[in-house]
């Protein structure tokens, strides 16, 4: 006694540890009796699951109440139904079978002619006079690689283009696209850090583009490609302050007072404006100047993939046979 006496704190430590310990033993028995259950539980989940995957197909049951081939055959047709709707809200374009490399020449010179008069018409300032619109490797080409690549992003390249011709951008700085082969390999045109993606129902192919004008510009540009008849993607909108313009070498203005005496020419002509100031032009009712900007787009266009026709069942391909030889 008088050892526990002179030793209190140790024992009421020893006495609470105690308590504690069996607290956290019995927490964990029911915790781990909780688990177990949880785990049978999910393992009678997974096996009845097993069983519904394993189970052969049920036709129906008797007397026709539920007929399961039936009901099989209606989702079929609600799925076709639905992939043809999306189809057309994604746009298909019909490409040409065996396109020959005359074929996509002809197509392809007629296109980047085209662009460059609707550019000169509408006053759209390009970056070169005989702007190829990233398709300058194929400028001087006799023969294509991946001919079909080729003609889908040029309808592609063509489509943005009317969309921004139409929403009347000041100037096209540029577009880029991704490598269709090994001979499209430059900076300037091409994205080399990506690439065309595609899985079971789509292609997703990026571009890049870049034009200058006013914020009413850039949102008929967002506007053209949200109401486009097929599908694009913005995936980043870069805006930024456009570099003033180069200026243009013009006459120097006529001084009346030149024809006068030039004993008495500088006692009316005005005084030249001081160094460093430009002279401003801005109409006194203007409360805000809004300034040119550049547009970057990063864009994706996704083309869905053409899906093979299913072949007509044995029953339905004899009689077809049939009704060819009557």
Known sequence: MAWVKRN??????????????GIAGYY?????????AITAQLEETTQKFQNLLNRPVHPGTEGGKINNIELAKEENKRLQRFVE????????RE???NISNRDFRALLDNTISELQHQAERQG???????????????RTATEFKQIGMLTHELWDVKDLCEIM????VHDLKGIRRVPASSDDNNQTDFITDKKASTNDLAIVTPYEIKFQGFSTELAHVLEGLVSAKH???????AVDKAPPDEPTAAPPPMNP?????PRYANRYAAPPPPAGVTPQHRPGNVLLDENKLLVILQIEAIRLKDVPRAKPAAAERAKQVAQAQQ
């Not at 007072?257 to 005496?261: E, I």
């Open 8 to 21: 209190l704190g140790l024992v009421i430590g020893g006495v609470v540890a105690l308590i504690l310990m």
């Open 28 to 36: 964990f028995w029911s915790k781990y009796q909780e688990d177990q």
């Open 85 to 92: 709707d999306l189809r057309v809200r994604f746009g298909m």
């Open 95 to 97: 490409m040409p079978t």
């Open 124 to 138: 759209i300032r390009l970056p070169d006079k005989d702007y190829w619109f990233s398709f300058a490797p194929e």
């Open 165 to 168: 011709y139409a929403a009347k």
């Open 231 to 237: 599908c694009f993607v913005v995936r980043n909108v």
């Open 257 to 261: 007072m030149m024809f006068m005496n």
